[in-house]
């Protein structure tokens, strides 16, 4: 049967293009289906949105071809600092260091801003003949009856041997193939900006536990720092809608002045928290990746770095099935990428839960009991660097492109 791809991937934001650049690797063609139009996403202009890249992931992206272009625009993260702390009194002293001088790889992760990755992987998916990229577009139906297609709101079909999902927590490639989910909410919205400050911030991310959630501090080039702020969602609503001097005013005692005198560097952003598991991750001639598969808490700044693995083992899978001459569709194939996923999967959904519904609270004896653990955490060498590495993607199973090799 002829196929217009091998692959459909519904969804373009970065893990979606990401598989199609790794299968292109393998030979295996694909069209990435995105809703947004190119322009929405090429734009210049600084917006705050940044990710925390893991070591892996980094590796990941250099065995795509990508980092080389993007390693000026990125800043790594040598130490990471966690602390209780309450608004108006500033950050307790640190429970929690790493150091990335402890690492022989290096440093544990870089941040890197939204506009720089999405341009980097548009390009080279433009560049790439294996792969076809429909922007502005949307699809309404699919099927998976001896082969996989789609129907496109404007009345095309595309038609593969495989359908992927990449397209987000409410991903409707999961509906329509009856996938339903496991999850709740936490009662909390995250507020995402980026600020500048007078003081370097020396590449150190910090982490404040405060009552009504964590607030993430992640170094940027520069003076200049992402911020991960979880608030109650009635007080997210109101800070979001109010102004940006009102929103610093809130900020500010938060933050605290260790960095200086700090403002806005951008658009705010908010999305509500919330843990959202597939049932399954793969289902007859489908597969889904990233946060189709699973939506977790930010407290570890795992999201992308999980897709990414993702995306990593099922390239992988799809690529050896296809040079032993397998249909990469085939039940026993996607039953290897499901198996491979699945227990990282929960392992990091129930951390993040569990991190997230110790320190998002203000009990006098969970705090003592907790700052307790997490400092011995930190005061034993082989623990600590133990919690460095998962931190940083090197420890399991890890597919071949994220341990910088191609397929």
């Known amino acids: 049967m002829t196929h217009d791809a091998d692959i459909l991937i519904v969804g373009g934001g970065l893990n979606g293009p990401c598989l199609a650049l790794a299968c292109a690797q393998a030979g295996l063609s694909s069209i990435v289906i995105d809703t947004l139009p190119v322009a929405a996403q090429m734009g210049a202009d600084f917006d705050g949105r940044s990710y925390a890249l893991a070591l892996a992931s980094v590796r990941m992206l250099s065995a795509l071809g990508l980092w080389e272009g993007l390693r000026d625009h990125a800043q790594p993260i040598h130490q990471i600092k966690a602390s209780d702390g309450r608004a108006g009194e500033g950050a ?4 929690l260091h790493f150091d990335s001088a402890e690492l022989e790889e290096g440093p544990m992760g870089h941040m890197l801003e939204d506009r720089f990755l999405r341009r980097a992987v548009l390009d080279a998916m433009k560049d790439q003949p294996l792969i076809t990229h429909r922007p502005g577009a949307t699809v309404m139906a699919q099927a998976t009856d001896g082969a996989a297609s789609v129907t496109l709101t404007d009345g095309a079909v595309l038609t593969g041997r495989i359908l992927v999902g990449a397209d987000g927590r409410k991903s409707g490639t999961a509906a329509r193939a009856g996938i339903r989910r496991t999850g709740w909410d936490y009662g909390q919205t995250a507020l995402v900006c980026a600020i500048a400050h007078e003081e370097p911030h ?4 910090h982490q404040f536990f405060m009552p009504p959630g964590p607030l993430a501090i992640l170094p940027l080039p520069g003076n200049r720092s992402s911020i991960v702020w979880s608030e109650t969602h009635a007080d997210a609503r109101r800070l979001i809608a109010g102004s940006d001097a009102a ?3 809130h900020l500010r005692p938060r933050f605290g002045d260790f960095l200086g005198e700090i403002s806005l560097a951008g658009q705010r952003y ?8 597939a049932n399954a991750f793969v ?3 489908l597969a889904l990746v990233g946060d189709a598969a699973h939506g977790v808490h930010p407290i570890a700044g795992q999201g992308l770095n999980l897709g990414l693995r993702d995306v990593g083992a099922l390239a992988e899978v799809l690529a050896d099935a296809a040079r032993r001459g397998e249909d990469i569709a085939a039940p026993d194939v996607l039953a290897r990428y499901q198996s491979w996923r699945r227990f990282d999967t929960a392992a990091l959904a129930l ?10 609270n203000d009990n006098p004896a969970l705090r003592l009991i907790r700052d307790i653990g997490m400092g011995a955490v930190s005061a034993v060498p082989a623990l600590r660097r133990a919690f460095m590495r998962e931190a940083a ?7 071949r492109l994220l341990q910088g090799r191609t397929l």
């Open 247 to 249: 929103f610093l005013d």
């Open 351 to 360: 951390a993040t839960d569990g991190v997230n519904r110790l320190f998002s």
């Open 283 to 285: 289902a007859d001639r």
């Open 202 to 205: 020396d590449g150190i991310a």
């Open 92 to 95: 307790a002293p640190f429970f």
């Open 393 to 399: 993607g090197l420890t399991g199973d890890v597919p």
């Open 270 to 277: 908010s999305y509500p928290l919330n843990l959202t598991i």
